[in-house]
């Protein structure tokens, strides 16, 4: 359960991180109305049920529907929530993420990564201007992570993403910020302010970090999700 969780943000890209068990699956659910929740949620200046509709997500486990070609994976959702010009809406998500030449490929045929991809086309096509990513790199190749981030970084130009992860290694130049949760907030702001060893030895029983011209290098242990 979160407690006293408050944050905002605008057109950035956000790292949410934290042990196993820290509550950002649950942070999400609440944003999307699947979880209940006191106080208020706003997203777009919508803060009732309503606001789901400008939000994609992606969960930890994507499923796969059974046969589904990459266009019926992306496009059906969007025409199931009679989003407007679905069919321009699904071709553009998937040549924004660089899989429209693939649309007639199964999508069990494809990569970890490419799977990735095609799971956030289906949110661009079916949501709005905010990206929920639950733990995204998980699963995929290095090569895949490489072509996420790359995406990533075209993304969050002109919108909001946040992005779950346990790591806390990720290249410099795409978290704008990071909210460290454990069951609260523990942090919130840049990288170079959350990513210290004072702040992060407050859930961790182990902390090194390392900044190097590509990123942050941070390894760490922890004690599972607990108050602090």
Known sequence: MLED????????????????????TTLFLAILGQVPHRGEICVEELCGEERAAKVGYVPQHVRIEAEATVWEYVYLPARFRKIKAAERAAEEALKAVELYALRDKPVT??????????????ALATGGDVLLLDEPMANVDPQG???LMTLL???????TILMTSHELTFPSDLADK???LNKRVVAYGPPDA????????KIYRYVRIAKTPAGFICVTEDYGAHPH
């Open 5 to 24: 969780v408050s944050f905002s943000a605008g057109r950035e890209f956000v790292l949410v991180a934290g042990p196993n068990g820290a509550g950002k």
């Open 109 to 122: 045929t494809l990569s970890g990564g490419q799977r990735q991809r095609a799971a956030i086309a289906r």
């Open 145 to 147: 992570r490489v072509e």
């Open 153 to 159: 970084r075209e993304l969050k130009k002109d919108r």
């Open 178 to 180: 990071v909210l460290l």
């Open 194 to 201: 959350v990513f210290r060893e004072e702040v992060l030895m």
